[in-house]
């Protein structure tokens, strides 16, 4: 599939990670020192995307920036021989083309991708939400977009949860089983109630859709939560007779859009950098003492307290 443009929705409010994302877009948010956006940028590259269309708004003009040259601080670091401390990001500058789009009211997801609407004509979209990094031998988009070129049609990403996680995510409902990882769609459904949920499938932050999106986004009215949404949009194309297959994306998700996330992978990605490795194993195993004396302290306070009420 060569006709494919990436589409990152990056205007949401973040409130998540208030009072940091009062100034500090969430999308740039370092896991350890690149931006979370600077590694949805690289898997889209390494999945053949040349072209990214980033939604944003008010407080994200940083974004910008940072996939921009800033020549005073190159002049500086050439002087130094320091060059090397941008190289990662220069290198996506000079390969990836952005157009920014500003969604004027944060209406919720599916409008943004809606605000989009101008910047494609035939192209498939590649959507990816930032919040989302997924690590693994191939990369997630890149898996998309050959299960989309294969069977001609809409993919999203799924990935198992369990059953009592299924009510924060949308969960699709099977219409038949084609491989261990390969399913179509019959129905999808937002944030079901535990007990209503068709299968604990739920939709991760990728997605390669046709722009008929766009027609299905179209005159939606606001869905869980009082937003208009996406998952209530691809439900219109299935309406509309398209088929939407889901794809199990082989690697691993790391939610960086709640600090609890963002934290975990953090300290993932520093036990997989040979920078930081033993540092931070060594550190991991001092505090690993401290729990365990904490939590001996904690089971020895507690049991006086039980000797006492006895
Ligand atoms: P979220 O539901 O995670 O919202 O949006 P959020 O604003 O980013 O974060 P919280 O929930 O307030 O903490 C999912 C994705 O959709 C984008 C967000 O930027 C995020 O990438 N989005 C959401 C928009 O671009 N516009 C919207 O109106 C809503």
Known sequence: MNNVKAIIPAAGFGTRFLPSTKTIPKELLPIIDKPSIHYI??????????????ITSKNKKNIEDYFDFYPELE???KTHKKEHLLS????????????????????GLGHAIWTARKAFSKEHLAIFLPDDIITGTIPGMAQLIKVASQEKCNVIAVQEVSKEEVNR????????QFSPNLFQ????????????????????GRYVLSPNIFDSLENLKFGSGGEI?????????????????????????????????????????????????KEIMKYLCELDKDILLMQ??????QKRKNIQTI
């Open 41 to 54: 940028i690289e898997e889209g590259i390494n999945s053949g995307i040349k072209d990214f269309v980033i």
């Open 75 to 77: 002049d500086m670091l």
């Open 88 to 107: 990662n990001i220069s290198k996506i500058i000079k390969t990836a083309n952005f157009l920014y789009i500003r969604q004027k009211e944060q209406l």
């Open 169 to 176: 995510y949308g969960v699709i409902a099977i219409r038949r």
């Open 185 to 204: 769609v019959k129905e999808l459904i937002e944030k079901p109630p535990i007990n209503k949920a068709p299968s604990n499938l739920a939709i991760i």
């Open 229 to 277: 949404q996406l998952t209530d949009g691809i439900q219109n194309l299935l309406l509309n007779g398209e088929k939407v297959f889901a794809y199990k994306i082989q690697g691993k998700r790391y939610d960086t859009g709640v600090p609890l996330g963002w934290l975990k992978t953090n300290i993932d990605f520093a036990l997989k950098d040979p920078r930081y490795s």
């Open 296 to 301: 001996g302290q904690t089971e020895a306070l």
